[in-house]
């Protein structure tokens, strides 16, 4: 564990973290230690987020330093077990409904729930109510996130819930909604379980449904 | 009434009473009738009451409307882009029936035609990559490169003539190829600095421009017509007037994208810090000169990135606010009012907004989602504030749910004056029925 890198990340800082990660791979200390290291940096920035510490722009910055760090260790490891990885806490499918294009807070969450060990299925955006079908019967999750910004996506929210239950689904999966005009007031109307207010919110729901505190 | 022609020397305070007294007299504006300029009169009142922190003769209610008036119409949100008969007669049904005490604008939704000439990639619009009863949507991007910030900030003008412009108009990336206007200066020198304008490529791309401009001038003439319609026969002022933009958020919303400029902040923050400060001297000068005399003397800013969850307070502190600020007062020494739409929620900023280099009763603060009790508590006594009735519960709620909720905010809030009620997020979609119980409570209520 190199607590020089796991401090550089939590630091903010950038040109650092990836410098001291190809040092650290240069005199050849496991590739897979750097993503241990990562984790660990990507959890006390997590709980920071958490308690107000730190916003946006830190986790917008440690995804990225996340993604320089993961490019140089990749080419490393391939071939190799990457046993290292603790299991995941469950899986969500995530997407921004029907019609609404933003990606902003979509990604946060899915960063959030990253973080927090749970795997997480992208569908993207405008993301139409079957392909929620699909991707539940696909890959089985325990939750479901609807993203939408605009006050558009209020019935492509309650479409995307009645497909589920049309298709068989909705007992299956607990559905979760969030973004800019999104209350509980609409989880009502959508039909939802739950509406979190940020991403934190989304990662306490998606514990409490998987039976993890 | 004229402008005076000592305006120029009037202190702020002057100046501001001389637009508002313009603007209530509506210089220049032929009602319908004797009574429709007084309804008229009785809004701009009402509304300049609050302004000025006044408890008004009844509280002021607005819609703060998105694509909602063809959906109530029965039209597409694209026709409001390409019909605009249509964008005519929803948007004149819609005051007709709601009756807000402000008028909507019918510019809001612009000429989709022109768009089409320009290929514009900024936005999806209706049927144009979102569906046709779907609002237009911003394609975040990262139109000015990182490592562009120099050249923006030595020549704005020329950077968005060059570089920006044909990134985000396709029918205009020839243009990226033109050298800069300063190299024409000698004689010798025009020849070879103008046969570009020569070139098919560039000339088809100027006859798109030309087009383009043909169409939009079409559409702006219709739009006129159509605001002009509405306030004669309907006795509604306008209460929103120029248009500008926090300096971060030139950056920020449509040249480096959300992403990249919170990014910016840990990897360039000089040169964010200088866009800013230019920033800040276009976004003044842009809202003087598009303040018309007869006009409100409001100056409309739609605020994002600076949004309690894009940065902590203080990263707003040192990134948004300075410029911002700057911005604002520059406003209200040339007598207009900075009108300041909060989206998404200011909580952890309500103590730096309220600064006391800003004169009370200069301002008005529009809130989406922020706490409206903290509001009264920070604002009450400095600036008119309103806003966050869910616009979730216009759509999803009941009439007894919407009568309950703006009861409760009125009661909380309306009583010392300084307050108008206005929805948070600007209406895509709603209940007709909750719409009314919105406006009709507010209208009799007493304070």
């Known amino acids: ?213 | 009434m004229p402008k005076p022609a000592d305006f120029d020397k009037l202190t702020p305070s002057q100046k501001l009473e001389a637009r508002l007294a313009a603007w209530q007299n509506h210089e220049g504006i032929e009602f319908a009738n004797k009574e429709k300029e007084q309804e008229y009169r009785f809004r701009a009142q009402i509304l300049t009451d609050v302004v000025k922190m006044k408890k008004p003769a009844r509280v002021p209610v607005l819609i703060a409307t998105g694509f909602y008036p063809f959906h109530y119409y029965g039209c597409s949100c694209r026709d409001a882009m390409y019909d605009y008969d249509k964008l005519g007669k929803a948007m004149t049904k819609f005051h007709t029936d709601f009756l807000p005490d402000a008028v909507a604008s019918p510019g809001l939704y612009g000429p989709g035609r022109a768009f089409d000439v320009l290929d514009y990639k900024l936005y999806h619009w209706p049927g144009h990559g979102v569906p046709e009863n779907t609002s237009y949507q911003c394609n975040e991007a990262e139109y000015m490169k990182p490592n562009e910030y120099s050249d923006f900030l030595k020549d704005p003008t020329d950077y968005f003539l060059r570089f920006y412009l044909p990134r985000v108009f396709g029918a205009l990336e020839p243009l990226s190829a033109l050298p800069p206007f300063t190299d024409l200066q000698e004689l010798p020198f025009v020849g070879p600095g103008m046969f570009h304008f020569g070139l098919p490529h560039i000339q088809d791309a100027l006859k798109k421009l030309l087009k383009a401009g043909e169409l939009s001038l079409e559409w702006i003439t219709k739009v006129g017509q159509i605001e002009t319609s509405i306030i004669t026969s309907l006795g509604l002022p306008k209460f929103q007037g120029a248009f500008s933009k926090a300096p971060l958020d030139v950056p920020g919303d449509t040249m480096r994208g959300t992403k990249q400029i919170l990014l910016d902040k840990f990897r360039r923050p000089k040169e964010l810090l200088e866009a800013c400060d230019r920033c800040a001297q276009l976004m003044l000068d842009m809202g003087v000169r598009n303040s018309m005399w007869v006009g409100p003397p409001t100056v409309f800013f739609p605020l994002h990135k600076g949004a309690d969850s894009f940065m902590s307070p203080a990263d707003f502190k040192k990134y948004y606010w300075p410029s911002l600020k700057a911005v604002m007062l520059g406003l209200i020494k040339e007598g207009l009012i900075p009108f300041m739409f909060v989206e998404g929620s200011y909580n952890q900023r309500l103590d730096i907004i309220t600064d006391p280099d800003i004169p009370a009763g200069t301002t008005i603060w529009y809130f989406d989602k922020t706490d409206m009790k903290e509001v009264k508590k920070h604002l009450q006594g400095w600036a008119c504030f309103s806003g966050n009735f869910p616009s979730s519960l216009l759509k999803t709620g009941t009439v007894d749910q919407v009568k309950a909720h703006c009861e409760q905010l009125l009661k909380d809030l309306a009583g010392d004056g300084g307050y108008y009620m206005v929805n948070g997020a600007v209406l895509d979609e709603a209940v007709s029925e909750n719409l009314h119980a919105f406006v009709d409570m507010v209208k009799a209520y007493k304070a």
């Open chain 1, 1 to 213: 564990m190199s607590k020089e890198l796991i401090d550089a990340v939590v630091d903010m800082r950038e040109e650092d973290a990836v410098k001291i990660a190809e040092n650290l791979l240069n005199s050849g200390t496991d590739p897979l230690s750097l993503l241990d290291d990562c984790r660990e940096a990507l959890g006390i920035i997590g709980n920071r987020f958490a308690a107000g510490e730190c916003f946006v722009p830190e986790l917008i910055l440690a995804g990225e330093m996340l993604r320089q760090v993961g490019a140089l260790v990749k080419p490393r490891i391939e071939g190799k077990s990457s046993g290292a990885a603790p299991k995941k806490l469950g899986k969500v499918v995530f997407g921004t409904v029907e019609g609404d294009i933003h990606d902003i807070a979509k990604d946060i969450v899915e960063f959030m729930l990253e973080v927090n060990g749970f795997e997480v299925i992208d569908l993207g955006v405008d993301v139409p109510a079957a392909k929620f079908v699909e991707a539940v019967k696909a890959h089985k999750p325990q939750v479901v996130g609807l993203s939408g910004f605009l006050t558009l996506a209020y019935d492509p929210m309650k479409n995307t819930v009645q497909a589920l239950k049309d298709a068989g689904l909705r007992d299956s999966v607990k559905i979760m909604i969030g973004g800019g005009q999104m209350d509980d007031q609409v989880a009502a109307y959508a039909k939802a379980d739950a509406y979190g207010k940020d991403a934190m919110a989304a990662v306490t729901l998606s514990k409490g449904w998987v039976g993890v505190k």
